[in-house]
C-alpha cells in the first residue's frame, strides 16, 4: 500500500490532524479525524452498528477542498 498525502488541517492546534490520504492503489480515501463523542455516536448508532473493524470519525468541513482534491486524485488514478 502507498499512501499519497494530499493534505492536513490547517488550523490542527498542534499540526497533526485530521489528514487526507488517497491509497494509490485502491483509490481509497484514508482519512484521519478527530473521536467522536458518544452523543454523536449515539446518532450514528440510530441508524445502525458501527463494526468493530469500522470506526465514525468527524472531520471539520474546511478540509471539503481536500476532500474533493483527493476524490479528483482518487479518480485520476482510476483512469491511468
Not at 18 to 27: A, F, G, K, Y
Not at 64 to 76: G, K, P, W
Amino acid at each position: 500500500m502507498s499512501l499519497l498525502f494530499i493534505a492536513k488541517d490547517p488550523n490542527s492546534p498542534d499540526g497533526d490532524s485530521p489528514t487526507v490520504w488517497v491509497d494509490e492503489e485502491t483509490r481509497d480515501l484514508v482519512i484521519q479525524g478527530w473521536k467522536i463523542d458518544s452523543a454523536t455516536e449515539a446518532e450514528c448508532l440510530a441508524t445502525g452498528r458501527i463494526p468493530d473493524h469500522e470506526a465514525v470519525v468527524r472531520v471539520p468541513a474546511r478540509l471539503a477542498q481536500a476532500i474533493r482534491e483527493a476524490l479528483d486524485v482518487a479518480e485520476r488514478r482510476g483512469e491511468d
